[in-house]
């Protein structure tokens, strides 16, 4: 699993990395550079942390000159570079290479303007996606897209994975979040796209950067919008006794016409996985447990959980129970952002999978998962991001066994496969990077990774940003390694995932 | 040569005006101009065709043809159309369901000739042009969960799909929004549909202080009482260069259409709309003005006016499209006085303008880049001098637009010239 094909290391390069490293000292503080091996260390994976290599060298730009410099030296010198931001990510999109400079952004760490006349915030890539809400709060104000690593991850690396969160049915993921970016391209040429306008005229060059995995440009300014707080927020919890009614009442609520700021599907196995773990309260005699959040008015939230309540029935619920305060919403879904550390203490290894299907197929995908665990003889425990048809299920296995790594491995690509056929997505909000390039063709002809391929090389006609990352290396449609989680030991493991 | 294909071969030879049915057709007549090199004109309904530069082109791809509704899950908030299919057309199956396109397309019929006419589901995917409800809910481009097109060598290329979160390489679906149809041919589009709200009441101030204009446009923004619409209407310029529109374009019975006023909208149900509307009487401090309320008719009425530019009905002049910062909203208006007819949509962010033939409308556009906007020129008076660029666009931003308008379409056949003169 952690073996996988990455592009042909260039050994000019490599044999050159004293005269590269004092060159690069020529463009930033030379504490910036780092090139001992015990320096570098730290950088050798990002959150898919069953993949490790080291870069040539590791350089922390503190500006978007700097930036420009690096890159436009190594644009000429034909020295490929990885950009990372907080390193949260979890297909791996910011592994090194060995020929590579990995360009780290985490000294752009400053909020640079808060404008509460235009609402949104102008602010560094090295920001975390929490901070910004931090930092507006005190006026009621809020940033939405809420990815469950948000305490740590990036609002760059938000950009570049185009993250969702348990909120994004009704506000939408990081792209429809954004107004501007300013970037730096391969080449060194500085870009300001968008600012503090609603949309921009011509090409959608924001819409096409968001999400592009660093392989267009480096981000160095994000200007994000964001929204007043709702008046009113509450969480139902809603049991039900068979996977069938749980994902009909999802499409039901939807085909009334209510959209839900967050709408989460648990199964058996996640419920008393996260019971045991933190004691949320969830009822124990439900195969499904539903998490149902409304924001908006009093009177408006009250009056759709009513409608709710009468379609859970109407779908054989056998638990119906209403927040009452601020506490006990919380306390709904701490079950939920416990998910990954519970499905930790139940096996010395679980696999996390991201795939996304229309959500009338909940019940179909479920029942394939629950199949193939069983023609795989290993446990999984699922979690959905139902409202939005983003599935996480975890797979839980022994890594030291090897022959059961494969047979995770197999289940796993099973499982984005059944995605893509349903008419899914091989990846939801956790991005392809290396995990699920060789996958690619599961939902893309060649024509399509071509004209991809194609807008790559306009923009980076030497393939040295964020090389052998999202498009297929191989061309076969091998399976590769999902989250790799050995005996807890999971990068950043007090990080929430959901 | 198949027999398929040689008859595509000789439709294209013979004739200048193409209208394929089919997605094998659009392609194989693609790569017979590829391999010719003959530019292509690519338009649906023609409801848009006025926008942009006049395109020279020797074939003329009209996809008014290749229409209808490949597949509609209203439970999957989903609708698949082909590119000829009319918006109206789609709103209509919509309604049934009490659903809708809530971007609210722009209807530019009413300027063009003075009727409706909301053209195809590929214009309006390929021109962004949103309504009211944009800095609540998103563009066009916001909608558009995936397509099927083909590029300017002929080969069928797709991205995105029907889920809301999907990232699986590049995100095309938002770049061939705004592209003017210079990008790919389109051949099908999904579009992200909503629930209708069940009701909608507007609310009208009565007010031309462009100071109070722009604090009310920012309490409609700090608001969390979801209001989905905010528009500022002036008082029409006295000058004879307009043709008076406004008393027809707003004819309301609770609308006092003499001078200038402020609206905003409320939907939801009806017990959330009062309850809402109190609370906003509190934040805007209502009672300070003179004010109507509009029932759920009235303002469907006046937003459908709105969002169909109905105070520039069948105008000669030329028109202008400006987006500003929210803030700048006061200083544009300002500078616009009473000289240019113009309302404002996006709380505070859209300006539509109607300019006089014979202005000079250098002026007009500094004021507006200077103010960190963007402007294009929507529609073209008789007399209208072309030295004047259409789009805004900066050089590295150009730059950028022709690399990736290379990577799609190689040889520059599609709609060549349509946004800027290099490509």
């Not at chain 2, 462009?210 to 979801?226: A, T």
């Amino acid at each position: 699993m952690s073996e996988i094909a990455l592009p042909k290391v260039d050994r000019t390069i490599v044999s050159k990395k004293d005269l590269i490293v004092s060159n690069l000292k020529q463009f930033t503080d030379k504490k910036n550079v780092l090139s001992e091996l015990d320096e570098i260390k730290p950088y050798e994976t990002d959150a898919l942390a069953a993949y490790k290599n080291l870069p040539l060298a590791v350089v922390l730009a503190e500006n978007t000159q700097e930036v420009s410099e690096i890159l436009k030296f190594c644009h000429r010198e034909n020295i490929k570079v990885i950009p990372r931001g907080a390193g949260t990510g979890l297909s791996g999109g910011a592994l090194p290479l060995n020929d590579a400079i990995l360009l780290g952004l985490g000294k752009f760490n400053k909020i640079l303007d808060i404008d509460f006349d235009n609402k949104c915030v102008v602010t560094q890539p090295g920001v975390t996606n929490l901070s910004i809400t931090h930092a507006v709060k005190h006026k009621g104000y809020y940033y939405a897209p809420d990815p469950s690593s948000q305490l740590a991850c990036s609002i760059g690396g938000n950009v570049a994975e185009n993250s969702g969160g348990v909120h994004s049915l009704k506000y939408g993921t990081t792209t429809n979040n954004i107004l501007g970016v300013e970037m730096v391209m391969m080449d060194g040429t500085i870009c300001r796209i968008g600012g503090k306008t609603l949309d921009q005229e011509g090409y959608d060059l924001l819409g096409l950067i968001c999400g592009s995995e660093g392989l267009l440009g480096v981000i160095t300014e994000v200007t994000v919008k964001i929204l007043k707080n709702p008046q009113t927020v509450k969480a139902a919890l809603i049991g039900f006794p068979t996977i069938e009614d749980g994902g009909n009442c999802v499409t039901d609520i939807i085909s009334n016409g209510i959209t839900p700021a967050g709408m989460e599907i648990m199964d058996k196995a996640l419920i008393d996985a996260t019971e045991k773990f933190v004691h949320a309260g969830y009822p124990m005699d439900a195969e499904v447990l539903m998490i149902v959040e409304l924001d908006g008015t009093k009177s408006e939230v009250e009056e759709l959980f009513k409608q709710i309540k009468q379609i859970a029935e109407k779908n054989k619920s056998n638990s119906f129970k209403l927040s009452k305060n601020e506490k006990e919403r919380l306390g709904f879904w701490s079950g939920r952002k416990a998910a990954f550390p519970a499905c930790g203490a139940m096996a010395p290894d679980y696999y996390c999978m991201d795939g996304t299907i229309p959500r009338g197929k909940l019940s179909e995908i479920l029942k394939e998962i629950s199949r193939l665990s069983k023609k795989y003889n290993l446990g999984v425990a699922n979690g959905f991001h139902a409202g939005d048809g983003n599935l996480h299920p975890l797979i839980l296995f022994d890594g030291s066994n090897k022959e059961e790594l494969r047979r995770t491995e197999e289940f796993g690509a099973e499982i984005l496969k059944a995605c893509v056929r349903m008419g899914g997505a091989l990846s939801g909000e956790h991005g392809i990077g290396i995990e699920k390039r060789e996958l690619m063709c599961e939902a893309f002809n060649d024509n399509d990774i071509q004209q991809q391929i194609n807008i790559k090389k306009s923009l980076d006609e030497k393939n040295l940003l964020n090389p052998g990352k999202v498009y297929p290396i191989l061309r076969k449609c091998a399976e590769e390694g999902r989250v790799h989680v050995h005996r807890g030991e999971e990068k950043f493991p007090d990080l929430p995932r959901f | 040569m198949f027999i398929e294909e040689k008859k595509n071969s000789q439709i294209f030879q013979d004739s200048n005006q193409l209208s394929p049915t089919s997605e094998s057709e659009v392609s194989e007549l693609i790569k017979e101009a590829y391999k010719n090199k003959f530019p292509i004109d690519i338009h649906g309904s023609n409801s848009k065709k006025f926008i942009g530069y006049n395109v020279q082109a020797a074939k003329n791809l009209d996809f008014s043809n290749l229409s209808g509704v490949i597949e509609y899950l209203p439970e999957e908030l989903y609708i698949k159309v082909k590119p000829g299919t009319l918006i109206q057309d789609i709103e209509n199956i919509l309604e049934k369901n009490n659903q809708e396109l809530s971007f609210e397309p722009t209807d530019f019929g009413y300027i063009k000739d003075g009727k409706s006419n909301k053209g195809t589901a590929g214009g309006c995917v390929s021109c962004n042009f949103a309504g009211s409800r944009r800095f609540k809910v998103g563009s066009v481009r916001d909608f558009i969960l995936g397509f099927r097109g083909v590029n300017g060598k002929g080969d069928v290329i797709k991205s995105g799909g029907t889920v809301v979160k999907n990232v699986t390489g590049y995100d095309l679906s938002k770049l061939i929004s705004g592209s003017f149809g210079t990008l790919v041919a389109l051949t099908e589009v999904t579009l992200k549909i909503s629930a209708k709200k069940p009701s909608q009441n507007t609310i009208i101030i009565y007010e031309k202080d462009p100071k109070i204009i722009s604090d009310l446009f920012n309490k409609v923004l700090s608001s969390s009482n979801e209001i989905s619409g905010a528009v500022f209407v002036p008082e029409e310029p006295k000058s004879k260069k307009f043709i008076p529109n406004k008393s027809k374009a707003f004819k309301l019975n609770d609308l006092d259409q003499k001078g200038a006023f402020f609206a905003f909208r409320i939907e939801g149900d009806q017990k959330s709309i009062k309850e809402r509307i109190k609370d906003i009487s509190n934040e805007m401090n209502l009672k300070k003005y003179k004010t109507s309320n509009l029932d759920i008719y009235q303002s469907d009425l006046f937003w459908k006016s709105i969002n169909s530019l109905q105070l520039f009905s069948e105008t000669k002049n030329n028109l202008l499209r400006a987006v500003v910062p929210p803030s700048k909203s006061q200083k544009l208006m300002v500078f616009l006085k009473n000289k240019y007819r113009y309302f404002i949509d996006w709380s505070g962010s859209l300006f539509w303008i109607e300019v006089p033939e014979d202005e000079n409308i250098k002026d007009l556009k500094n004021t507006i880049t200077q103010n960190d906007g963007y402007v294009t020129i929507i529609k073209k008076s008789e007399d209208f001098q072309f030295t004047e660029k259409l789009f805004t666009i900066d050089d590295t931003k150009l730059m950028i637009s022709k690399k990736i308008k290379e990577s799609f379409d190689p040889r520059g056949l599609f709609n060549p010239g349509k946004m800027y003169k290099d490509f």
